[in-house]
């Protein structure tokens, strides 16, 4: 399974936009990235996902690096309800692969 | 709500006892997985059902651990002679599955079940 790298945390500021990024060097051509998210005590959540194109959905964006190599998902105005381990994972196969994710704290 | 659903929410068992975790996936999603989470960490994969075949196990999955999906419907994940190492987050998700697109599709989790051997 392609490996991804995240920070361990991130903080920022409520109504601020938030960039969380991702590194997958070893991504394949087929690999899609999907992000999740877990808010505490809770089963994860879809965020987004793409192939190679940026992605935009109602909760977030997703920018994918030309060579695919790393993606960052924007928060454009984080709130409160935002603070949550988020999960950056390259989908190539049935099964979804979590790493340790980034916990995200919004401070108010 | 027709989100996955997971029975029972909490579980609380004397080590050495069996215990058996309901997962009812979204109607018409044909693949299930089954996943464990310990505090800390991010969700562990476990187990994958397409319809009712089970098509992939992880070495997570040691011979005290059984899912079946019988029907291609429900699920149940059975933990025999449950060791304290067993306790965790057990979560179930489910996906539509095939087509050309078909690792672009999300997965839907249900709150998971969390188990505490004694």
């Known amino acids: 399974d392609a490996k991804t790298t995240q920070p361990n945390s991130m903080e920022s500021n409520e109504e601020e936009p938030v960039h969380l990024p991702c590194n997958h060097s070893?991504?394949?051509?087929?690999?899609?990235i999907h992000w999740y998210r877990q808010l505490p005590s809770q089963g994860p959540e879809y965020v987004i996902h793409?192939?190679?194109s940026n992605v935009n959905n109602r909760m977030a964006s997703l920018a994918i690096a030309e060579d695919r190599k790393s993606s960052t998902l924007i928060l454009h105005r984080a709130t409160l309800r935002d603070a949550a381990v988020y999960y950056c994972?390259?989908?190539?196969?049935?099964?979804?692969?979590f790493g340790q994710g980034t916990r995200l704290t919004i401070n108010p | 709500d027709t989100g996955v659903s997971q029975d029972p929410r909490h579980k609380i068992t004397k080590r050495g006892q069996n215990v058996t975790f309901r997962c009812d996936p979204i109607?018409?999603?044909?693949?299930l997985y089954w996943y464990r989470q310990t505090l800390g960490q991010g969700p562990e994969f476990l187990t994958y059902?397409?319809?009712?075949?089970?098509?992939?196990k992880s070495r997570l999955l040691s011979d005290r651990f059984s899912a079946e999906r019988p029907k291609g419907s429900f699920s149940t994940l059975e933990i025999q002679r449950t060791e304290q190492g067993d306790s965790a987050m057990y979560l179930c998700?489910?996906?539509?599955?095939?087509?050309?697109?078909?690792?672009?599709?999300?997965?839907?989790f249900g709150q998971g079940t969390r188990l505490t051997v004694v």
């Open positions: 998700a489910s996906s539509p599955g095939g087509g050309r697109r078909k690792w672009g599709t999300e997965a839907f």
């Open positions: 070893t991504i394949s051509g087929t690999d899609y």
């Open positions: 793409g192939l190679t």
């Open positions: 994972i390259l989908r190539g196969a049935q099964k979804l692969v």
């Open positions: 109607s018409e999603h044909n693949r």
């Open positions: 059902f397409q319809n009712e075949a089970q098509l992939e």
